[in-house]
């Protein structure tokens, strides 16, 4: 058994002969002889199961399991009472207690009820955890929160020292997603989530260091695309249910995957459809557009004969106005028709500060830090210098935007040598984004500036997948946005 408990008796040969029974069964026991004592260790919480004593001065069992709930709902309470007060025990039982236990203690009795009372207490906590796994990948899409609320589900609920979601990716394993305390080597990890993708089933390993690993596959669509690791703290061994659960939350990962990529490829095909309809409306505009524009130049210098500062101020306005809507067309048409690449030799660092010297502008004024972080190894990859200026721009132009007056703005490269790719870290302390925002980051023509167009990150999308790249994106309301752009350090 595995679980934190509660004695409270004021008999201290009762929590002594209690304790060590309880210790022996494997429990972690936090013995108490009265009710403030009891009260205390409650407030700070972490309990599986409690035993009370059902006859205490100032405070009965009744009253502390009452005090219980407030402070831990669904902590389950055993009842503890001689045999001449059964009546009270199973009126407690109707007060909301779990069970009971008679004195002296039946050691099988005593280990069938705490038992139970642990397991249904366990199944419940898990049931709530599956529910909000569950509600997670009903209300996003976005893989990468979705594959962080299992991690975190599935260490919580097998109480394992870490959890690791791996994804294979160019027939490599490929951490995604963690929670617990980081591992000191990812290899033992690694090897279990290999395991289990080769053998098809849940899977359990004991590494060098007498550490036991349990890893579960992620089927989807007929064929592993992963596994679900977590590792038990030492000398702990997991038992079958461990097993159980492990599987019923690699399974909840693997609907995460397929929902994640069924809905990318029907965003992408309606995306497509829409940026085709879009560059033949933008086409049929153009010519217009420009005639509009030379008679609203020609109006401008008319007026400004007049000498009238309304029409003059109206006509600007006509002005701004048409050229805001050529600028779109000319977005969308190149959206409609993305550019052949034209590579050279390009060093990240030194476009990414040609960035940074475009936006100064918006730096004026403001108390704003940025930070640049370049690893000295980073090769010169063979890139589109032109493309990607507009990419890095974006990016760097959406961060400064998301913070007030002040702020933080991080810009890293690195190099991945094992995965031969660049990459490219902004990072901003702004006000982050909304998971349904987030979703839809990439949605042409979705944005949530009043004067956006919503063609910026469609377009930056489109760049870096042309260079055989990929972007990921991290953001959370008030705690600001993380972009991962990661490019071939060569040519595909």
């Known amino acids: 058994m595995k679980g934190r408990v509660l004695v409270v008796d004021d008999d201290p040969e009762i929590r002594e002969v209690l304790g ?26 972490g309990f599986d199961l409690a035993l009370f004593d059902l ?55 005593l280990r069938a009820r705490v038992g139970r009372a642990l397991s249904e207490r366990r199944w419940a906590r898990d049931r709530g955890r599956l529910k909000v796994v569950g509600e997670t990948l009903a209300s996003s899409g976005v893989m990468e929160r979705i594959l962080d609320a299992v991690a975190q589900a599935t260490v919580e609920a097998t109480e394992a020292e870490r959890s690791v979601v791996f994804l294979l990716e160019r027939d490599q394993l490929i951490p995604m997603a963690s929670a617990g305390t980081q591992p000191k080597a990812w290899e033992p990890l690694q090897a279990a989530a290999q395991a289990a993708v080769e053998k098809g089933v849940p899977t359990t390993i004991t590494g060098t260091d007498g550490r036991v690993a349990l890893a579960a596959p992620l089927v989807v669509r007929g064929g592993p695309m992963g596994a679900l690791v977590v590792e038990c703290p030492e000398r702990v061994s997991p038992t079958p249910e461990d097993l159980e659960l492990l599987a019923l939350f690699s399974f909840q990962a693997a609907v995460a995957i397929k929902n994640a990529h069924e809905l990318s490829q029907l965003r992408s095909g309606a995306l497509a459809a829409l940026g085709r309809m879009a560059a033949q409306v933008a086409h049929e505009l153009k010519n217009p557009l420009g005639g509009l524009k030379l008679y609203a130049r020609h109006l401008e210098k008319r007026i400004a004969h ?18 805001h809507l050529s600028n779109l067309v000319t977005e969308i048409t190149a ?42 190894d980073v090769p010169v990859a063979p890139l589109d210098p032109r493309e990607l200026r507009k990419v890095f721009l974006n990016f760097l132009l959406n961060g400064l935007e998301a913070m007030g007056d002040e702020g933080a703005l991080t810009v890293a490269v690195t190099h991945q040598s094992e995965e031969g790719m660049i990459q490219v870290t902004i990072e901003d302390s702004g006000c982050g984004m909304s998971d349904e925002t987030l979703a839809r980051a990439f949605d042409l023509f979705f944005t949530t500036k009043p004067h956006g167009t919503g063609l910026g990150m469609a377009i930056s999308k489109s760049v870096v997948d042309l260079h055989g790249g990929q972007i990921q994106i991290e953001s959370r309301l008030g705690q600001g946005t993380r972009v991962r752009v990661f490019l071939p350090a060569r040519q595909p």
């Open 20 to 45: 060590m029974r309880l210790e022996a069964l494997g429990l972690q026991v936090t013995a108490v002889g009265g009710s403030r004592e009891a009260v205390a260790a409650l407030d700070a919480g």
């Open 55 to 109: 006859r205490m001065e100032p405070m009965d069992g009744i009253a502390l399991m009452e005090a219980a709930r407030e402070r831990l709902p669904g902590l389950p309470v055993l009842i503890m009472t001689a045999h001449g007060s059964i009546e009270d025990a199973v009126a407690a039982i109707q007060r909301g207690a779990f069970d009971y236990l008679t004195k002296p203690f039946n050691p099988e009795e």
């Open 306 to 323: 007049v000498s009238d500062p309304e029409l003059a101020e109206l006509a600007q306005k006509i002005g701004r106005a048409i050229d």
């Open 335 to 376: 959206f409609g028709r993305p550019a052949e690449l034209k590579r050279e030799p390009v060093k990240v660092s030194q476009l990414l500060d040609d960035c940074l010297s475009l936006a100064q502008d918006r730096l004026a004024g403001r108390r704003i830090r940025v930070e640049r972080q370049y690893a000295a």
